[in-house]
DNA sequence: ACCTGAACACCGTTCAAGT
DNA sequence: ACCTGAACACCGTTCAAGT
């Protein structure tokens, strides 16, 4: 493995994607002859959990350091910055979506229509965001271009081809389903993180943001109306309305492939 | 203006907005009495300024302080926490967008279509979210209940009764466009902000990116026909082809919209 | 090759004290 | 009412030194 502040001069780099090589494999020499049993792959999982546990406003590296029974900078022989730690991490989480193995619940005989895999793979995505808060801020912050990520995109990119869109139609589309569902899960996902560090069921939680904008004298009227609204839609806790919602959407973008489908466009 | 810090026990307080009191008022008390002339709108134009400028990572207290030239520990006296003056930011920002004030561009005389003004609420809204690349962490991360945050989405509501669908499916439309919009204008804020401080063009840097991708042999086969895909899709700078992608993104949901209303639900 | 300790230049925030 | 200075408990990272 190389120390790899290597590179001077040099424009800064801005991920470690860029220049690498070989980030995760630990430089290919077997097993356990390190002191501590340190290596890539044993210091990004304990970064997932510590973020998964602690969010990632109190992650640090030496508090990574101590979880890992290890002096702070001892992590600095594999890793060399806190910023690169953290994309590994970002991509050891897509890993948990990554379609490489499709694994027994799809039997492989199927090939599935496009509509249901989209439908998965949409779902799998905002799950993913809703179990791990902290790496909605990473993606949207990184280039988010490790192997994981890419194998995801690229099974995005497999199922739009199904769809019958033209090649700029796909890109479109794609944009429109992946980066509406990362949108709906970052949401989401800090929404359920805030309620548990604070204390209180979603439904109170709603309630009290509601009394505090309502508060406000000149917002009050428009949002009654949009009060009248949410009763119109029935009632239902509010994890319930964010499925219907979510749904909804998809179906929404769904039809509106199919549309532009038709119009050959 | 109070000290705030006062409620005592309690279960932490997750936002500036909840049990928070005229938040940008300054206290009401007339101009300028005040030592140094500091007072919450100042603040957070400053806040701003200095997002803008230099990032969120880069954002201290110390550093703000020196910019308004005053002690770091000045700024207390006028907000709780960091993070309470970051939501200030945020919704500072979002008055970019608010439609109070309707403008000579929006000739008052015209209601105008509703696919029309979809365009220019998420062609705005996307154009801040690059604009202020900071504005994207923010959002997803506090509640975003700040008057001119509401403003915004109460102008999306409205927009969104007209288009005919049930009150159900006016949530789930505009989840489906907005959440896309923020997604979108996030990566994009992101790309273009990392292109600058990398000293790069855009359309170099992805040149770059695509290199490092196609540099892992597993996945060179899979990215070589999204190659094809690309070149199929026709020429462009990387700004053009976004360009693209976000206007058929927006006719695919338009799209999508008139689809549910035509079924009736 | 891997790990440590001390050190540097920072943080957010509290608190007692000034005017 | 508003502002300061010193202090506390942290940061990420560098560097020389250990084994």
Not at 185 to 204: I, K, L, W, Y
Request: hydrophobic fraction near 45%; proline fraction near 4%; charge should be neutral.
């Amino acid at each position: 493995m190389v120390r790899a502040a290597e590179r001077d001069g040099h424009p800064p780099r801005t991920s470690v994607w860029l220049e690498g090589g070989a980030p995760l494999a630990g430089g290919g020499r077997g097993g356990g002859s390190r002191p501590s049993g340190l290596d890539r792959a044993r210091i990004t999982a304990a970064t997932v959990r510590l973020l998964d546990a602690e969010g990632l406003a109190k992650f640090s590296m030496r508090r990574l350091a101590a979880d890992l029974n290890v002096t702070a900078m001892s992590v600095y022989w594999y890793v060399d910055t806190k910023d690169d730690l953290l994309e590994l991490a970002l991509d050891a989480a897509f890993a948990e979506i990554s379609p490489a193995d499709p694994g027994p619940a799809s039997a492989s005989a199927t090939p599935a229509d496009w509509r249901e895999e989209l439908r998965a793979l949409a779902g799998a995505y905002r799950a993913l965001l809703v179990r791990h808060p902290w790496l909605s801020s990473l993606a949207g912050t990184f280039l988010n271009i490790g192997p994981h990520a890419v194998e995801f995109q690229l099974a995005v990119q497999r199922l739009v081809r199904r769809t019958g869109l033209s090649a700029g139609g796909q890109a479109g589309a794609l944009s429109a389903v992946f980066q509406f569902v990362y949108g709906f899960g970052t949401v989401e996902g800090h929404f359920v993180q805030r309620c548990a560090s604070a204390g209180m069921s979603q439904d109170d939680y709603y309630r009290r943001a509601m009394r505090a904008v309502t508060r406000e004298p000149e917002l009050r009227e428009a949002v009654d109306g949009s009060a009248d609204l949410r009763r119109a839609r029935g009632d239902g806790t509010v994890e319930e309305i964010r499925d219907r919602d979510f749904a909804f959407a998809l179906d929404l973008l769904i039809a509106g492939i199919e549309t532009m489908v038709r119009r050959g466009e």
